[in-house]
């Protein structure tokens, strides 16, 4: 499936440069959607870790300030990653990135750990980069 990206007219993001000390950790198992997801938000100023396994999140959990998280990943659950985030780091701002619906068992165990947001897949990067700017 394609991912279709609107950008404002002009090309430009209108995303202020966010402080350089938030770091962002993408948990994401399709490669373009993942790569896509890290060149935005390189561009638009963030520190970015991108990971695409449930073993390489949480191997590379290290305080990071958010996580994007997709709950279907290869070789897991994202509910997996969630709990370790909020066993290691619990200030961390966790949005799910997820095609799952709402009423789904994996989106259920999901809730219990408290993320900050859901994005539904198709993602809507505007509102997600909007959303990020609100969260420092």
């Given at each position: 499936r394609p991912v279709?990206?609107?950008?404002?007219?002009g090309?430009?993001?209108?995303?202020?440069s966010p402080p350089q000390w938030l770091e962002v950790l993408i948990v994401e198992d399709h490669?373009?959607?993942?790569?896509?997801?890290?060149?935005?938000l390189t561009v638009a100023g963030y520190r970015v870790i991108a990971t695409s396994t449930v073993h390489d999140a949480v191997a590379h959990l290290n305080g990071q300030t958010h996580v994007l998280l997709d709950l279907n990943l290869l070789d897991g659950s994202g509910v997996?990653?969630?709990r370790s985030i909020r066993a290691q780091?619990?200030?961390t701002v966790v949005a799910l990135t997820t095609a799952e619906r709402d009423d789904s068992?994996?989106?259920?165990?999901?809730?219990l750990h408290h993320?900050?947001?859901?994005f539904q897949k198709p993602l809507d990067v505007n509102r997600?980069?909007?959303w990020l700017q609100t969260q420092w």
């Open positions: 279709v990206v609107p950008l404002p007219v090309g430009g993001m209108s995303v202020s490669h373009q959607s993942r790569e896509l997801l890290r060149l935005l997996d990653v969630l780091y619990p200030n068992p994996l989106m259920a165990g999901a809730m993320p900050q947001a859901v997600l980069l909007g």
